[in-house]
């Protein structure tokens, strides 16, 4: 069954940012953390999976695939790399949904031989959030990946904006997924519920 996305999919390094945003209408969350020691990682995916649940938010754990099984989560995002590490097999046996990000053709031939239930392409234009090896890919790479993937549902990362959001989703994204726009705004629930009416949110209507 073809995973459904909301249009808005917002990226946090804490669950503190979900138990904000959840209330204000977000209801596709990525966690992302890097550097935490494992008791408190799996305290921050536990609390993440309440609050979504409570919320009707969909959960996306970022990398941490064996704590995501043991958790019960929704849905894996995988990198490159970490790709390469995981084992993809006990990743279907349990149950969990995967996206995978890409940069370039040969990632995305990597991705789909792992028969991803989405596909993520970035950054589509500079981003502050981490020095990124790849040139900025332009709304024009996602209408070309948008060909290639069929109907697989198609995020778009990297340098997005409320203002910018017309432009990927009029090249075939299915998803705009944000984290600087709405984490560094002056008043993050405001910049949220801005891409929760330019997205269509049903929350925001």
């Avoid at 704590?67 to 006990?90: K, S």
Wanted: aromatic share 6%; net charge negative.
């Amino acid at each position: 069954m073809t995973l459904r996305l909301d249009r808005f999919y917002l990226i946090v390094d804490s669950t503190d940012w979900i138990a904000r945003m959840a209330p204000v209408g977000v209801r596709l969350f990525q966690l992302r953390i890097k550097d935490l020691e494992a008791a408190a990682l799996r305290d921050e995916i536990r609390r993440a999976v309440d609050l979504c649940r409570r919320h009707g938010a969909t959960l996306v754990i970022n990398d941490h695939w064996q704590m995501a099984i043991e958790e019960g989560c929704d849905v894996l995002h995988l990198g490159q790399e970490d790709l390469a590490e995981a084992d993809l097999a006990a990743i279907r046996r349990s149950g969990l949904r995967l996206g995978i990000s890409t940069h370039d053709e040969a990632e995305l031939e990597t991705a789909l031989s792992a028969q991803p239930d989405y596909v993520a392409l970035g950054p589509i234009w500079p981003t502050i959030l981490k020095a990124m090896p790849w040139a900025p890919q332009t709304p024009a790479r996602l209408a070309t990946w948008r060909r290639r993937i069929g109907t697989l549902p198609l995020v778009a990362i990297g340098g997005l904006t409320v203002e910018r959001a017309p432009d990927v989703f009029a090249a075939g994204a299915d998803c705009a997924a944000v984290v600087t726009d709405v984490l560094l705004a002056p008043t993050p629930e405001e910049r949220a519920r801005q891409w929760l009416r330019v997205t269509g949110s049903p929350s925001a209507l």
